[in-house]
Structures are given as structure tokens and as C-alpha cells.
């Protein structure tokens, strides 16, 4: 047997043994889904010689696809699991769509628009469209195009569903089909997709496309997909059709730890996928490896009132181990005193390491009270989400460079860029070269290009055909250099370093570090090796290093290993695992919140998201709740959870008293386009973005804490062969 096998139980083995054919695996938390997951890659790999190009695997963040791909080399004490399609839902299509661009007219060097590309877009078009901003604010548009997007109804669709219709009506949004067509003609125009659009591209490309559909599918002979339970209608058509010609897919999920239907996901997709195929064979695993009994037993407490979970019992072998302490402080700043002064004590008398613990909460900002706390104890933390490090301004200068020279077509970075440094291209300018381009149904670029025929001012045109011609010098050595040599010369050549580094204020200097730090990020990028079926063209080059930072989520970035406090929203702390836990702001409105318990299902979420931040527990967990926060700038006095009242007094060490119970109501939903949509702007991943904070995949638009960066490290290298492109001056 090999060896790898002997580490795994009965059930376990039984999912890694199965080689063709569907197979499903439900099951709970800490069960060991994903170490099967890996563990079947390796076999099917070391067993089976399935070749690493025919396998693809889905997970849901970076940081697990990088982990997977690191066990699965463990294991076989080779490289050749680098070749292996291991990623998110959006970076392996990103991937697949960038070698497929053709097909759907679009640029092979399309850029990716993240939020706040995607936001700009809108209010463009809403402008041009002559329509209201207060009204149609870019957020409630953005999620609205994103929700159809991932329910997969195009302009067309959209515009034609009579249900969509009367639901923008009763909205006060008739206008809402005509900025979803324009929106997506813009950034088709722009050669652009939006995070959404590498889901809904995907799926065109292999519905409308025989010859891709063959060829992946051909390609793709065994198909994996960890958290299952979070897939979406759009993921979950591409999958099917992805898998159709092998069937030979594995499904891995638990339904109790679904936490995306406010993103369109459905727990609809682990039943149909039973449905879906002949013969699939199910497997359950109900050992829990992860957590302690009582952590265990308040997971299963919790979770049985939901309705309607798949039947499961969790169990485990491992120790009983402590109740869960539940605290009640005075306020959110108690709260974080009373985390922060565990944590030292924990570390005194339990020699627990600061990377041992976690902080998990419902909302980002929640994360300050925490901060000040940890910073006055001196105890180092990270914060995952918030601001993300690409979305500074500095670095999203820099980078939009880089898009425009990889894309000129890219609107919205030409925009951003065009004067900056100043070089006397003022806003009329730019909103002329616009006009013309819109007029004439042509890009901003090519009327930068041709910028003698628009009749700019002679000082204007001078000043556009410099940077035409300094943008299109960096374009003729694209095929050349590779990305951190592209980089280096656009911050040398555009004097956007220089400019960063004259300014000596805190912030400046601050900034200053940030491009040093992204440039630290490239040539690292430039020196990691690579998949080798990527080839020589371009795999070090510009736009794959794009198409890499713009599916980053800030956690991607941080070190895992760093003897660090972690503190993150728990929809970020899917999957993860923590010998201590603190689960923090069990209260009622908070958690659940006050805007997710008018319905049964958005109540039931809220407590699967309960059960998931239980279960990320290994050794101990704190449940802390606060009589009172400040929220949205005035003080709020909060009654406990109504989850805590789920947990039988037995398991839990008290340190004060809890509130009781409320009544629970709701109704369930029912199946069109509009059905998909999930329908309603109430349960828009707006809100959901305001409530979770950024859903990992995606970044946040309004982060309000920023975790201290440490002092970046600064650029020593510079290339070997350091081209200057001699006759731009700026
Ligand atoms: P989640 O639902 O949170 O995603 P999961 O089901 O994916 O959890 P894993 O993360 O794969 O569970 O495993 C949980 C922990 O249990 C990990 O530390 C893993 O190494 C360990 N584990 C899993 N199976 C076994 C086993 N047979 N023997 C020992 N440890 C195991
Ligand atoms: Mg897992």
C-alpha cells in the first residue's frame, strides 16, 4: 500500500480509491474533505499515471490551491504537480480564457477589472446614459449586473425577463437593462472582463464554441472541486459541461457550511449533482479530526436547528477537552481587552504561540476594537480583508502603467494614468478624447493615437504624443522582457518612483515603500517557476503576472507561517483551522444580522455561519459578546445571540449571563432567470459586501481598517539587462 494511504481511514480511503466515474463526498466539518481531495490528486496521479495536465482541481481560495499543490508534491517527491490546473473558479478560467480570447472576440491580453474598475465603468456609463447617480449608485448596479452574471443572464436575457423587469420597477430602477447592456458593450469595447465575466465567458465559450468545449473537455479527464457547497449557478453549469465527455468528477462539501447564498451559491447544487449522473457514488465521512468533543458536540447542538441539512452525525476520537468559555463584557472595547489579555495569558501559562490563535467575526469592522487592544499589549496581529494591498492607490497607479501597456484599450487605467506624473494633459482632454472615442465607436487609445485629426490644442497634442510615444516604446519591448523588467523601466522612465521617493512625509514615504514593495512582488513573480505548459511566451511576461495580481485576494499575500494573531472575517476562515478561537460579537443584530432574519433561509445561513466558525476551533474556543458597540456612529446596546441559547449549559464555563430566545419566522423561496438572480436588491451581495465585509474572492470597496504592513523590503535587483527607452521624456 502506498504510504500515503496508511494515514487515512476506512471511508477516506474508500473516496481516494475511487478512480472513474462521479463521486460525492459530504460531509462535516474537519472530516478530512480536502485532505482526501489532495490525497486523491496524489493517487490518481502516482496509481493511476494520470498524467498532471489531465487533472483540474476548484478551490476556493489561493492560499488552498497553493497548499494543495505543496501536499500533493509532499507526497510524491516531485515537481510535477506545478503542472496541475489547481486554483479558484476564477484564476483557472482567467487562465483558460486568455489562451481562448479569440473565440469571443476578445484580446488575448484582456484586462481584469477588479470592483473598483468595474464601479468606474458604471458611473461612466450611467452618466453617458444621462441617468441619476443617486439613484443608480454604482454599488447597487455593480451587484445587481454581478448577481445576473452568476445566475448567468446576459444583457439580452435580462432585458427580455419580465420577472427582472417588475422587480427594477418596484426597485425605481427601469433603466437598469439599458446600463447592464451599456456597462458590458463598454468593457467589451475597453478588452475587458469584470470578476463575473470570466464565470459567464467561461460558460459561452464552451456552450457556443464545439471545438474549445472538445478540447477541454478532452483535456480535463478527471475534475475536483473542494466546498462544493458554495458553487453557484454559473459554476455549476461550466462543471457539468466541463465533465460531460469523462465524468469523472469529485464533488467534496458540507452543506452545513454553506455560506454564500447571498453570492447566488446553492446548496441545490450538492442534491442535483446526485440527480446529475448515473451511477455516483456517495461517500460520508463523520469523523471529525480537527476539534475537541465538546467543540464538536456544540457544533452538532447548533446546527441541528436547521432544517432540512443533510442527515450527519459528526463525532470524534479526540479528547473531550474544555467547555467553551462564553463571555459577556460591557462593550466592544472590553470585548478586545478581554481577547487581548487571554491571548498573553494563553501565552504565558499554555505556551501558545500568537500564530496558534485566531479572532474570527461576522463584520470587517469589527476588527478595530481588537487592534488597539493587540497593539497595546504588543502582540503582533495580521488582519485579512480590508484594504487590500493592490488596491492602494500607489500601487493601483503603477499597475494601471502596466495594464495600458499590456492593454492601451484598457479605458479605465489610460484614464488613471494619462496625467499622472502631471504632464499637462488636463481633465478637458480626457473628457474630450472620450467624446471622440464614443463617437466615432473607436478606443480612447486610438484617438490618443491619431490625437492630430480631434483638433487638440498644439501644448495638448504635444503632451498626448509623448506619452503615446513612451507607452508604445514600453509596448515594443513587451515581447522581450519580462514583467519585472517592463515594470522597472515604467517606474524609472515615467518618474513615478522619483516622484514617490521626493516626497518625504509619512505618507509619501509610506507610498514610496508600497511601489518598492510591488516591484519586490514582481521580480519574485519573474524568478517563481512555473507550469510548463504555459511555454515561453509570456509565462514570465506581463499579462500572465496581470491576470495573477488582479485574482489575489489580500490573504494570498500574507505569510502563513509568520508568528502572528489572525484576524478575519469568518466567511475568510472557510476551511481553516485554529488551536484556539475566539468568536466574537455574538449579538443579537450583529450575529445574526439585523438584516438576515426576516426569512428562515437567511437565518439558517447566519447559523451555518455559526457552525463554521465553531468548527474552525481545534483546542479552545471563546465565545464573547458585548452589552454594548458603537455601530454606524452611536452606541448600541445588543442582547446575546440567540445562537448562544442553542448551546446546552453543560458545554460552556460562563462568565455572566445571556438573553433569551426569539421567535423565528420566514418563508422559503422557489425556481427562471429571475429565480436564479435569487431575485431582490435586499439580499444583494451589496449588503452582503457591507455586512461580511469582502467575500474572499473579491476585494472590498469600503475596507476600514488596515493592518500595519511591515517595512517593505527594498528592490536590490536591477535587471541585468536594464533598458531605458531613450527618447521619452517626461
Ligand atoms: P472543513 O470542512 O473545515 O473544510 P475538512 O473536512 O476539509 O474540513 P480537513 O481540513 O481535510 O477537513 O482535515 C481536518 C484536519 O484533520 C486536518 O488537520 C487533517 O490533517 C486532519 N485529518 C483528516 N483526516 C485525518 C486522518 N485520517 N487521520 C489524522 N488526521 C486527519
Ligand atoms: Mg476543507
Redesign the pocket.
Known sequence: MHDYLS???ER?REAVLHCNGPIMIV??????????LTTRIAHLMAHHKVDSFNILALTFTNKAAKEMKERVEKILHNTEARNLYIGTFHSVFARILRAEAHNLGYPNSFTIYDTDDAKGVIKTVVNELNLDDKIYKPNVVYNRISSAKNALVGPEEYARDYGIQQEDLRANRPAMAQIYDAYAKRCFKNGAMDFDDLLLNMYKLLKNHPDALSKYQRKFKYILI??YQDTNPAQYEIIKLLGAMHENICV?G?DA?SIYSFRGATIQNILQFQKDYDDVKVVK?E????SSQNIISVANEVIKNNKGQIPKNLWTDNAEGEKIKLVRTASDNDEGKFVADTIKELKLRNHISNKDVAILYRTNAQSRAFEESLRRLAIPYIIYGGLSFYQRKEVKDMVAYLRVIANPKDEEALKRIINYPVRGIGKTTIDKAVLFANANNISMWDVLVNAQQFGFKSGTLEAIDQFVTMIQMFQSELPKRNAYEIAFAVGKNTNLVKELFNDKSTEGVARYENVQELLNSIKEFTETPMNEEDGEVGDKGLGTYLQQITLLTDADNKDPDADVVKLMTIHAA????FPVVFAAGLEETLFPSAMSINTREELEEERRLFY?VI??AKQKLFITHANSRYRFGSLIQNEPSRFIEEIPNEFLDRTSAGGGPRNQTGSWGGGSAFDRMRGGYGNSAQEAEKQYGAPPAKKAATPSYIAPKPAAKTVEHVPTKDFVPSDTTT
Open positions: 494515514g487515512l481511514n477516506q460531509a462535516g466539518a474537519g472530516s478530512g474533505k480536502t485532505k482526501v473542494d466546498e467534496v458540507d457550511q465521512l469523523q471529525n479530526y480537527r472557510k476551511g481553516l483551522e463554521v468548527t474552525r
